[in-house]
């Protein structure tokens, strides 16, 4: 599969189409390269996901594309993660038994 690479933004593809032919894909860059000076013509041979083509100029190289990461869910994860391990530790019972024996049931749920 070849990939008319027409726009290019933070070093990823923003605009593309693709084509079957070289042919094809040389043509539709020619049609529009004084719209998209910068356009080039790429050979996916690999089928590699279009996120994770890296562009320098025209030069393509496969870079894994990593979601971002919510950083406060990974803390309050950890904090609770945290807490859990101090319920367990200082009363020797599980969260579920802490929360059973903090309500109306006053059940023995120690390990």
Same mark, same amino acid.
């Given at each position: ?7 290019? $933004? ?13 042919? $094809? ?25 279009? &996120? ?14 990593? $979601? ?6 990974? %803390?309050?994860?950890? $904090? &609770? ?22 309500? %109306? ?7």
């Amino acid at each position: 599969m070849y990939i008319a690479i027409m726009k290019v $933004e933070n070093n990823r593809i923003a605009k593309y189409k693709d084509f079957d032919t070289q042919a $094809e894909s040389d043509a539709h860059v020619s049609g529009f390269i004084s719209k998209f000076p910068s356009a080039f013509v790429y050979n996916n041979v690999s089928n590699i996901p279009y &996120r994770d083509l890296w562009i320098v100029g025209t030069t393509v190289t496969a870079v894994p594309f990593i $979601e971002p990461v919510d950083i406060n869910a990974l %803390k309050v994860a950890a $904090e &609770r993660a945290e807490l859990m391990k101090m319920i367990n530790i200082d009363t020797g019972t599980t969260p579920e038994a802490v929360a059973y024996q903090s309500g %109306k049931v006053k059940q023995n749920l120690s390990k």
